[in-house]
């Protein structure tokens, strides 16, 4: 910046302006290691740039950088098409030819989800070659096309962007804008010291990594602010970043103008996600319009939101905070397929007042779900307080095909006010899930309900567990797989007498058996005497958790110590 005359005092807003433009027009970088801060008080706009270095770019009012190339409408699908083809009919091909970057847009409100209107289909493709009016992309097509002109083609400029090393400050909309991108790198520090919207915002844009740094929004009474906003962008990795949002750390979402395709493959990697606990929301957020997509390896300060198709969260570390009436792990504006949570640590807040780890929000968002979907919670380490009653809380009323799994779960901490594993509630027009399954639990379930079922007549339930093998005071246990379980007990006892008189026999009084853990039924109880010490024995009376028995001899006998051995076979699920 130096050679157009910046010298890091006053407004420089004039002198930046034309060295962007300089190095974008020219396509040169700029590498600046002075540290010095630039002020400007207007929107510097460029498009391709390369801002490399120590240097700080600062709005001293509600400008902002934007860096931004172009979308020109092209024409429209003319031959419907489906998902996995690879060649499209325009309307118009002028101007397109291999190589070029396209967004093909499904105008249509709500044409990928119901969930909200500004939720389009569409896809970035890019072409392999242009023959007549058809154009055959390098890869397949993701979603199909019905052919008429709402079916939409826009040719985007896709510049390419390099930031390495500035810093962004300021109080506008965003610290730093780019759209209409092809090959983005960001390694950055930004900060917006306003509120609502974006530190950095990705919007339309294709190929992007943002790694490193750290991206801080704070928050207000309106509820924004977020750090990174990705928005209607494919093939985005964030990786190593430490973002702040007041509303959101990072989320991913769009707008309602041309080209605002769903966001797909969105992978967020080893960062530290943070918002205020005042804004009552997840901090880590997909959004409805956001597809094969997952958050891996983060640490997230103030709970995650899982949202759209085949999204899921891997080997994360997840708190709620203290004030949350909402547990750690959350989806809402689910479209279908599989959502995953996998091997994630979800630790609730001392203080919050949430009664699961896992819900999916409400039956309002849950009613717009538009295809088959499962949910899965594989390798779940949760960390309750007492205000946990509940590991899963399930609303189904979408009426689209439905799948729930737990696995391989553990709990810790307070675990007092945990009843039951799953809550299944299920409000027209929902079907019951096709199954339910509760598999390989790292500690005893037997204290807990396992499934709570509201408006449904569901039964594929699948319960798969190890074998928890116990004792207590009341004796050993065996709880197998299968639901089956034993109890045993070498009983003994002080001082009895075998002297009441029965069926030409002698026995004694009755003699309670409380088993070591309860069954769901009634068990089948066996006694076997020791020879030693009385005859028999027989069952009177077996209850869920006790049994009456008799010892008994032939003669009657003065009082001793008596002993016999017992067994009770049942189910304990």
């Given amino acids: 910046f130096a050679d157009f005359g910046c010298v890091g005092i006053g407004d420089e807003t004039i002198k930046l302006q034309a060295a962007l433009t300089y190095a974008s027009t020219n396509s040169k970088a700029i590498v600046d290691y002075s540290g010095k801060t630039y002020n400007y008080s207007t929107t510097l706009n460029v498009g391709a740039i390369e801002l ?23 024409g429209y699908i003319t031959v419907a098409v489906a998902a996995g083809a690879s060649t499209v009919t325009l309307s118009s091909v002028a101007g397109l030819a291999a190589d070029d970057l396209l967004i093909l847009w499904n105008s249509v409100p709500s044409s990928y989800s119901p969930h909200r209107a500004n939720y389009y289909d569409g896809e970035f493709v890019r072409i392999a070659n242009v023959s007549g009016s058809n154009v055959t992309m390098q890869s397949n097509l993701l979603t199909g096309y019905v052919g008429t002109s709402a079916q939409k083609v826009f040719k985007s400029s896709g510049i390419r962007v390099l930031i390495d090393g500035p810093s962004f400050t300021g109080s506008g909309v965003f610290a730093l804008r780019v759209q209409y991108a092809d090959n983005v790198v960001v390694r950055s520090e930004l900060t917006r010291i306003s ?24 928050y207000d009474a309106s509820g924004g602010g977020y750090g990174i906003n990705v928005s209607n962008s494919q093939f985005v990795t964030v ?57 891996k390896d983060c640490t997230i300060y103030g709970r995650i939101g899982l949202a759209g198709e085949n999204v ?32 994630c640590t979800a630790i609730v807040g001392s203080g919050s007042t949430a009664i699961e780890i896992y819900s999916n929000v409400s039956s309002v968002l849950t009613a717009n779900i538009s295809k088959p979907y499962q949910v899965v919670i594989e390798g779940l380490d949760a960390i309750l307080n007492a205000s946990v009653v509940q590991l899963v809380i399930a609303y189904e009323n979408s009426g689209e095909a439905n799948e729930w799994s737990l696995s391989d779960f553990r709990i810790r901490g307070n675990v007092s006010g945990l009843t039951r594993l799953v809550q299944y509630i299920l409000t027209a027009p929902g079907i019951d899930a096709s199954r ?21 007549l569901l039964t594929n339930t699948r319960f798969t567990f190890p074998t928890f093998i116990g004792s207590n005071v009341n004796g050993s246990y065996t709880k197998f797989s299968d639901g089956t379980m034993l109890c045993r007990l070498d009983y003994s006892v002080e001082a009895t007498d075998i002297s ?21 039924t009634p068990p089948v109880v066996s006694i076997t005497a020791d020879d030693a010490t009385c005859f028999s024995g027989s069952i009177s009376t077996a209850s869920l958790i006790d049994v009456i028995f008799f010892l008994t001899a032939i003669a009657s006998q003065t009082a001793a110590t008596r002993s016999a051995h017992l067994v009770a076979v049942g189910r304990w699920y």
């Fill in 52 to 74: 490399i270095g120590n240097f700080t770019l600062n709005s001293t009012s509600t400008a902002i950088v934007n860096i931004t190339g172009e979308l020109t409408e092209v």
């Fill in 195 to 218: 509120t609502f919207e974006a530190a950095l915002s990705i919007n339309k844009s294709y190929n992007v990594l943002i790694e490193g740094g750290q991206y801080y929004t704070p």
């Fill in 239 to 295: 990786r190593n970043v430490d973002a702040y949002g007041g509303r959101h750390a990072i989320t991913s979402g769009g707008d309602a103008e041309s080209g605002s395709v769903p966001c797909r493959y969105l992978c967020i990697e080893n960062s530290i996600l943070t918002n205020n606990p005042a804004s009552g929301i997840y901090n880590a957020d997909f959004h409805g319009n956001t597809i094969d997509s997952y958050f």
């Fill in 312 to 343: 899921s969260a891997i080997n994360c570390t997840v708190h709620s905070w203290p004030n949350s009436a909402v547990g750690p792990l959350n989806t809402h504006e689910i479209v279908g397929g599989k959502i995953w949570f996998k091997d």
């Fill in 436 to 456: 339910i399954c509760i598999e390989n639990p790292q500690f005893d379930v037997s204290p807990y309900t396992l499934i709570v079922k509201t408006g449904t």
């Fill in 500 to 520: 009441a008189a029965f069926l030409g026999g002698f026995r004694t009084g009755g003699l309670t058996w409380t088993y070591p853990q309860a069954f769901i």
